[in-house]
């Protein structure tokens, strides 16, 4: 015997759709290559140069700092067992990314050190943007 009759509208079946992206959210090994060989000097053998490598790539940046930020660090830790003054330290640990990075970042370190400081011949410093 069939159910009761059904009153209003049918109701609606809907589908979930699910989209798969072809690019990984993980970075791969490429992404790892392609930042290492993009932003430092390290003999590093990049095999693919597209979009998917690219994204990794940037996706591993902030490791590469890490990596040549940590270099850095061990070198002026180590100049400073060695007996090695603060100044000399520094200056040992400012070299490893400058060498390691094609002096990607030193514009930017001596804008920052340029800044603060008072200006040449006692001129009034130059207005800042907002002020």
């Known amino acids: 015997m069939p159910g009761p009759a059904r009153?209003?509208?049918?109701?609606?079946?809907?589908?979930v759709l699910?989209?798969?992206?072809?690019?990984?959210?993980?970075?791969?090994a490429h992404g790892l290559r392609f930042a290492f060989g993009t932003l430092t000097v390290l003999p590093v053998r990049v095999s693919r140069w597209d979009r998917g490598a690219a994204r990794g790539g940037m996706l591993c940046a902030p490791l590469v700092g890490v990596v040549v930020g940590g270099l850095a660090g061990l070198l002026g830790a180590a100049a400073l067992a060695?007996?090695?003054?603060?100044?000399?330290?520094a200056v040992?640990?400012?070299?490893?990314p400058a060498v390691l990075?094609?002096?990607?970042?030193?514009?930017g370190l001596?804008?920052?050190?340029d800044g603060p400081?008072?200006?040449a011949a006692g001129s009034p410093p130059p207005r800042r943007c907002g002020s």
Request: aromatic share 2%; glycine share 8%; net charge positive.
């Open 18 to 28: 699910t989209y798969s992206s072809p690019v990984s959210r993980t970075p791969s």
């Open 92 to 96: 040992c640990a400012t070299a490893v």
């Open 117 to 119: 400081g008072p200006s």
């Open 101 to 107: 990075t094609r002096r990607l970042h030193l514009d």
């Open 82 to 89: 060695l007996g090695a003054g603060p100044l000399l330290a």
């Open 110 to 113: 001596a804008d920052t050190a």
């Open 7 to 15: 009153t209003g509208p049918a109701p609606v079946r809907s589908a």
